[in-house]
């Protein structure tokens, strides 16, 4: 067989895929993905927004568009989700993405040459891993402290290896919950100037917020154009349209929107017009009223749940917004065989936090679970299972 490129050497994309598969099994109660419910997605204002779009601008729809994205998407965006969050862009600072997971895709494409440094929070993204590694990255990762990244070592990192990107989940991170506190936010921007790095402030979560207070973006505190802020509609809206948005300096949107070129030639026409309409109808802020009220539900059951079944052995931070749960049993515990006997004894899943990491050794007592795809009643029936199963083990 034709041997393959070496960017494709250790990659393999099976072990979460694996996991993945379960999903679709409904006798397994599911906290292992990260998808949104079903139940969110607003079906009825999108049919009829796409009958209006279809009748009204069919033919410049079904058309090609640019690559830089569909202006009035971009225009609804910068009203309805930059301002209220105290930004402000201009059209060539953004540039329309199919998910936000593309831009992690350009952004290691433009700046990483095989063998350079991308820092990464650990526990991090998954897909970010993958999409880093596609590009022969060196991915290192940032030391934590109590709450979140510890910034010496990121100072330290950044001097020594001289990296070309951080990449950061500011808010509610996947998969650990976790929010940047804000005098951290401030600093990542000041270190970024300092040392010349980009920061990928991946921001999906942030409108998903249950209690607690909003907090700026670290792309507020850039003054040197070294933030790129990545948003989607995957999580506030739907996934399945694809439609995600990077936002910072002009030139580097520039060099994004010519990796686009030869990637996708530009996001579907359709979906950017959903997008904005969606925003320019006004719909967004009641939708998230309704969403964030019944994920908040599902959240409080789940660690209502963990509270009366977990073994105390077993620790987590609750999350003030997001879609996850990360958890910690003590030192030597198997995540994997638990996981093995949950899915196959226990009919309930989630992923082993190992995965989460760029390295395949370590952190095997750890787990991630999601609140969002499963009803309160099942949350219940799967947390009091999994307390069971992992009251066995530290036994
Ligand atoms: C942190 C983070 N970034 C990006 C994405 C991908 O989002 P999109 O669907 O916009 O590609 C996800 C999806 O789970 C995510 O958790």
Redesign the pocket.
């Known amino acids: 067989m034709t041997e393959f490129a070496n960017r494709m050497d250790g990659i393999t994309g099976s072990a979460i895929r694996e996991l993945f598969k379960l999903l679709s099994n409904p006798e397994i109660i599911s906290f292992g993905g990260?998808n949104p419910a079903k139940e969110s997605f607003p079906v009825s204002d999108v049919t009829k927004i796409v009958n209006d779009l279809l009748t009204e601008k069919g033919e410049a729809i079904l058309q090609y568009g640019p690559t830089e994205g569909y202006m009035p998407l971009k225009q609804a965006y910068t009203e309805h989700i930059l301002r209220p969050k105290g930004l402000d862009a201009n059209a060539d600072e953004l540039l329309v993405l199919s998910?936000?997971?593309?831009g992690l895709d350009i952004l290691a494409k433009i700046f990483t040459n095989p063998g350079e440094t991308i820092l990464v929070e650990a526990p991090t993204?998954l897909?970010?891993l993958q999409a880093f590694r596609m590009y022969q990255a060196n991915i290192v990762t940032v030391e934590n402290d109590s709450n979140g990244i510890n910034l010496e070592s990121l100072e330290r990192l950044m001097r020594e290896l001289k990296p070309k990107l951080f990449y950061c989940?500011s808010t509610f991170q996947?998969p650990s919950g976790g929010t940047l506190p804000l005098e951290k936010r401030k600093k990542v921007a000041e270190l970024a100037e300092k040392y010349d790095v980009i920061v990928i402030e991946?921001d999906?979560y942030c409108d998903l917020r249950y209690t607690g207070e909003v907090l700026p973006t670290i792309k507020q505190f850039d003054k040197s154009g070294h933030v790129i802020m990545l948003n989607?509609f995957?999580k506030i809206l739907s996934?399945g349209i694809?439609v995600?948005m990077a936002f910072g300096n002009k030139e580097i949107i520039r060099k994004m929107t010519i990796a686009k070129q030869s990637a996708d030639t530009h996001t579907s026409n359709l979906s950017q017009a959903i997008a904005a309409e969606f925003l320019s109808r006004g719909l967004l802020p009641k939708h998230l009223e309704r969403i964030n009220k019944f994920y908040a539900e599902r959240l409080n059951t789940m660690v209502n749940g963990m509270k009366k079944h977990f073994p105390k052995e077993c620790k987590y931070t609750i999350p003030e917004g997001g879609l996850f749960i990360w958890c910690e049993m003590p030192e030597g515990t198997k995540m994997l065989d638990i996981w093995k006997e949950a899915t196959s004894k226990y009919n309930v899943a989630f992923i082993p936090g190992k995965h989460f990491y760029p390295t395949a050794e370590g952190h095997e007592n750890t787990f991630r679970l999601n609140f969002s795809m499963e009803t309160p009643e099942r949350i219940e029936a799967g947390i009091e299972a999994l307390g069971k199963l992992l009251q066995k083990y530290v036994k």
């Open positions: 990260g998910g936000s997971s593309q993204f897909g970010a989940i996947n991946d999906p989607s995957s996934p694809r995600g």
